[in-house]
């Protein structure tokens, strides 16, 4: 079974998760002083709000699979995409160890495929690293952005 993943930069994580506490009818799953994740089962998706410097909205989108087979089949999506994918391989994000790799939708929308494995006692990897092999639409140099350019160029629009 597959699950979608939605991220979104917040500017007060505490007030923001009370909001969407309330809205679920549920606490978080992960809360942290920078983050917080429900895993909810109605509407069942993987939701997560960070407070990390990012612009306020939303982060990312994602697949979250819970098995090798339904990521392996997800893999074989992004291929089919015809656009740059960043094979990140293992990654420790969001307090999460996890397999992954990204891609760019033409209007520059990160989404995350991934295979959580376990539980990470730190956040991991600051959120706007360098994704070299993710590129924008219209990025004709020929050059692949980092994330944060793909980020610039989507909030340009």
Known sequence: MKRLHVHVAVENLATSARFYSALFAA?????????????????QVNF??????ATPGIEHLGIQVEDHSELQEVYARLKRCER?????????????????????????????????????TVYGHDAARPLTAVKSACCG????PSLANVRSERSAR
């Open 27 to 43: 606490e978080p799953t992960v809360l942290k002083r920078d983050y917080a994740k429900w895993m909810l089962q109605d509407p």
């Open 48 to 53: 997560a709000i960070s407070q990390r410097g």
């Open 84 to 120: 740059p994918v960043l094979e990140e391989g293992s990654s420790t994000c969001c307090y999460a160890e996890s397999e992954k790799s990204w891609i760019a939708d033409p209007q520059g929308v990160l989404w995350e495929t991934f295979l959580t494995s376990a539980e990470s």
């Open 141 to 144: 140099s020929g050059k692949a």
